[in-house]
């Protein structure tokens, strides 16, 4: 297992990032639309199909919602889907699709049961099960929008087929998670590969590669979707403890991986595993972003579509948005909001990065929008 030192990657000393905002990009508060009295857990855009950008999707108790952002600042309800289960608390959601390109919403929560909305139908499409305890996050592979993995309490991460309904691999067993899992991610070009983090400090890398024939075999499978051979993955790449306590948060940039825990930092590091020679599998932490009061469980920071920029909340209803490539990281702005103190449990940044969405515990959706700035307008 490889493991850091404190504050200290295998290589040169990590980078550090300043909290004195460059302002390179100002926003101002253009809107909040209160939802409900539930805490809203996560907020998204639709980064799947180039029609529906300025789409997004939020998810509190038992609702999903879909919204289009207004070119005035304002947000419009498209539509709204209640769950059955009256207990249900939607902690997660994803946008995926069908081969025929149809957009869909992948969400889940805390009955540990996956319902795909179909937003050309407004009506459910299809309802997955599986898990044993709730589930903490659903991603998609953008290079495949038709399948999505998801991460559960019940210690595993499971790959899906959205088209034909299968649970094709379980990541769990002998190399896997011993607490749950609370963040999973597709590697954004190596289609074989993905990472998970969760409660037991750990951040695992796994390939699919030897079971691809699987994921291959689920787009034309005919019979039950229970008959389906689901194989186990039992073993990772590598298994890395890069935080001391346990982590929430996990995406690839390229082939370095941003994690955050509970320790006010979101941190950037380049997992070496053995497949690339390394002789155990080793990290290297290369840079960090303080993000001051991140200290509690479950907040999720996003980034634009290129990567270019990250925002994330904290307990204060505070946003820091940095420059993800930078080195070291520069923070572009500090958003806060006399509206906002309560925390912020996701973000979501628009395509290019001009407009952040943040949803939280106040059962809120603030929007804030870039201003244009004096030199330009000049």
């Given at each position: ?28 508060l ?5 939802e ?36 005035d ?86 790959l ?124 290297d ?11 509690i ?13 990250l ?5 204060e ?62």
């Amino acid at each position: 297992m490889a493991r850091l030192g404190p504050g200290q990657g295998l290589g040169c000393e990590a980078a550090v990032g300043s909290l004195t905002p460059s302002r390179s990009r100002e926003y101002k508060l253009c809107s909040k639309h209160t939802e409900g009295k539930r805490p809203l857990y996560a907020i998204g855009f639709n980064f799947i199909d180039a029609r529906y950008y300025d789409v997004f999707a939020t998810v509190g108790g038992n609702r999903v919602t879909t919204y289009r952002g207004l070119p005035d600042g304002n947000l419009a309800v498209l539509q709204a889907y209640i769950d059955g289960d009256n207990a249900q608390s939607f902690y997660t959601l994803s946008w995926a699709c069908d081969l025929d390109g149809t957009p869909l919403l992948v969400a889940a929560g805390s009955n540990a049961v996956i319902r795909v909305i179909n937003c050309a139908t407004e009506k459910l499409f299809k309802t997955f099960l599986g898990h044993g305890d709730s589930i903490n996050e659903i991603r998609t592979q953008p290079l495949k929008p038709s399948l999505f993995i998801s991460a559960s309490k019940d210690e595993s991460v499971r790959l899906w087929n959205v088209h034909t309904g299968i649970c094709i691999l379980i990541f769990a067993g002998g190399g896997g998670h011993r607490n749950e899992v609370l963040s999973v991610d597709f590697h954004p070009s190596d289609i074989y590969r993905i990472a998970s983090c969760g409660m037991d400090n750990t951040v695992k890398i796994w390939s699919m590669k030897e079971f691809w024939p699987y994921v291959e075999k689920s787009f034309t499978w005919t019979d039950l979707p229970s008959k389906f051979p689901t194989k186990y993955v039992q073993f990772p790449l590598m298994t890395s403890v890069v935080h001391s306590n346990y982590v929430d948060c996990t995406r690839w940039l390229g082939d370095f991986i941003l994690s955050k825990s509970v320790d006010n930092e979101i941190v950037l590091w380049e997992p070496k595993t053995k497949e690339q020679g390394a002789a155990e599998g080793s990290i290297d932490v290369l840079q960090k972003y303080p993000v001051p009061d991140c200290d509690i469980w479950f907040i999720k920071f996003s980034c634009d579509f290129h990567f270019n920029q990250l925002a994330i909340g904290n307990r204060e209803g505070k946003i820091y948005v940095w420059e993800v490539q930078t080195s070291p990281p520069v923070l572009i702005t500090r958003l806060s909001s006399p509206q906002c103190k309560m925390p912020i449990r996701q973000t979501a940044v628009s395509f290019d990065g001009s407009t952040i969405l943040a949803c939280g515990e106040d059962g809120s959706i603030y929007r804030w929008d870039e201003v244009e700035h004096q030199s330009v307008k000049n």
